[in-house]
């Protein structure tokens, strides 16, 4: 079975620092997709970014980006120029298929706190 | 276009009564799951559907929960009969299905059974 490992419960940054996040995975698949979802107070599940493991280019969705290590099993997020926005639980997530059709595999998930 | 849509948003029970949620998905949309978050387990996936048909209900607890999808529009979760360790969020999801790897989220219903 697959795991998802995110060793960070909680993650405190002043505004407008970086910040990253990280992730480790246990698959045997060769081919699966890695997730990065964010969970405002709201409780919405808000997805910011996805990975192919067969693109060796690092996924970028403006302020966000990921460093994928596919022989390390390693899966972090990057966010530049922090803001209070920002502040939310982020998880990481995990499917070897097309992921719309199966289910996802999610970590217990980081805490960031973005400080004015 | 309206999101997954999930009802009731907050509910609040006493043990031993039957609970049923309910799931919109997003028109179109052929996979739909339903999700439990607690603090001790974190998310964890209960089953999902690809068109309408339960595929892997592994993750269901107990024979307590059962989950069905009538049609494409309409899904539902019930426990039955239910008990304090329940109390969760529980969350649905859609996606367009195998080839298309994004899943949307609803706004969870948050229950609690006392």
């Known amino acids: 079975a697959q795991t998802v490992t995110q060793s960070q419960p909680e993650m405190s940054v002043q505004e407008a620092e970086t910040v990253t996040l990280s992730c480790t995975y246990d698959t045997s698949e060769n081919n699966y997709y890695l997730f990065w979802y964010k969970q405002p107070p709201s409780r919405q599940m808000i997805l910011v970014i996805r990975q192919e493991a067969y693109k060796q280019q690092n996924a970028t969705e403006n302020r966000f980006s990921v460093n994928f290590q596919k022989a390390a099993k390693s899966f972090s997020l990057k966010i530049s120029d922090s803001q209070l926005g920002d502040t939310a639980m982020y998880f990481c997530a995990f499917t070897d298929s097309g992921g719309g059709a199966d289910g996802l595999t999610f970590g217990k998930g980081t805490h960031l706190i973005i400080q004015p | 276009d309206a999101g997954v849509i999930q009802s009731p948003r907050h509910e609040v029970t006493e043990m031993g009564q039957e609970v049923t949620l309910r799931c919109k998905p997003i028109?179109?949309?052929?996979?739909l799951f339903w999700y439990r978050q607690t603090m001790m387990r974190g998310l964890e996936l209960l089953i999902y559907?690809?068109?309408?048909?339960?595929?892997?209900d592994s993750g269901m607890p107990e024979d307590r929960f059962s989950a069905k999808m009538p049609n494409a529009s309409f899904s539902t979760l019930k426990i039955q009969p239910s008990e304090p360790r329940d109390s969760a969020v529980y969350f649905c999801?859609?996606?367009?299905?195998?080839?298309?790897?994004?899943?949307?989220f609803g706004p969870g219903t948050r229950l609690t059974v006392t």
């Open positions: 559907f690809n068109n309408n048909v339960p595929i892997d």
């Open positions: 028109s179109g949309h052929n996979s």
């Open positions: 999801a859609s996606s367009l299905g195998r080839g298309s790897y994004e899943q949307y």
